[in-house]
């Protein structure tokens, strides 16, 4: 079965544009959760997506923003991009919402987005 | 308020010699607790998880690790280190499926090199 997949894995970007990352769960996942790394901050939550909803949301500014389509792939939105957001971006796959249990959230490999 | 803090922000150990890493955590619901490993340039994966159950959890690769409510500690321990163990190792807290606790929060990372 394959893993979860992360598009693009290289982004670099400038200040003020716009990106958008895209994820693919493992087939059968219906949840997709997002976290951001960074050598400050480590990895943050920054939101988790189920049948197309937003359940939950890290504590991250509006410019972040994402969504879930009907095959449960997902894709996450940064606007007015910061040097601040250059960091790793990755994207975990479950069977269903929430940790534990059988529910092991499953990674990509990210995608590492340097803002210039 | 869920968090956790792993001790050490980098360990190196030998080639044979046993690996201890150390993770505390803070939860006010029953926690369910995790290690991933991520090696460079990659997601995270799944070392071990701790659920309900035996307090003892063995992973793969060799390695365990052992739930203490008393201490509020989930150390991960290896016998013998391998060069392949080289990596960074996180550790991570979540409530119950289903709760609003349901997203992991993880520590700072503990960076574990091998020498030969």
């Known amino acids: 079965k394959a893993g979860v997949t992360q598009t693009p894995r290289y982004l670099i970007k400038t200040r003020g544009q716009q990106v958008t990352l895209s994820c693919s769960p493992i087939s059968g996942h219906r949840s997709v959760s997002w976290y951001q790394q960074t050598p400050g901050q480590g990895l943050q939550f920054l939101f988790e997506?189920?049948?197309?909803?937003?359940?939950n949301k890290g504590n991250f500014p509006g410019r972040f923003s994402g969504r879930q389509f009907s095959n449960s792939r997902s894709e996450m939105n940064v606007s007015t991009l910061e040097l601040g957001d250059s960091a790793l971006y990755l994207c975990?796959?479950?069977?269903?919402?929430?940790?534990?249990?059988?529910?092991?959230?499953?990674f990509g490999p990210g995608t590492r987005l340097t803002v210039l | 308020a869920q968090s956790v803090t792993q001790l050490g922000s980098h360990v190196s150990v030998s080639e044979g010699a046993l690996v201890l890493l150390r993770c505390n955590y803070s939860s006010s619901v029953p926690p369910y607790l995790f290690w991933y490993v991520q090696y460079p340039n990659q997601g995270l994966q799944l070392l071990l998880k701790?659920?309900?159950?035996?307090?003892l959890v063995k992973g793969i690769n060799g390695f365990e690790a052992e739930f203490k409510k008393s201490e509020t500690s989930f150390h991960l321990t290896k016998p013998s280190a391998h060069m392949s163990d080289a990596a960074e190792y996180f550790c991570a807290v979540s409530g119950p499926p289903g709760g609003s606790q349901g997203n992991l929060i993880f520590g700072k990372g503990t960076k574990l090199s091998v020498k030969p």
């Open positions: 997506y189920f049948s197309e909803t937003q359940r």
């Open positions: 701790y659920t309900t159950g035996a307090t």
């Open positions: 975990a796959s479950s069977l269903v919402p929430g940790q534990g249990g059988t529910d092991t959230q499953y």
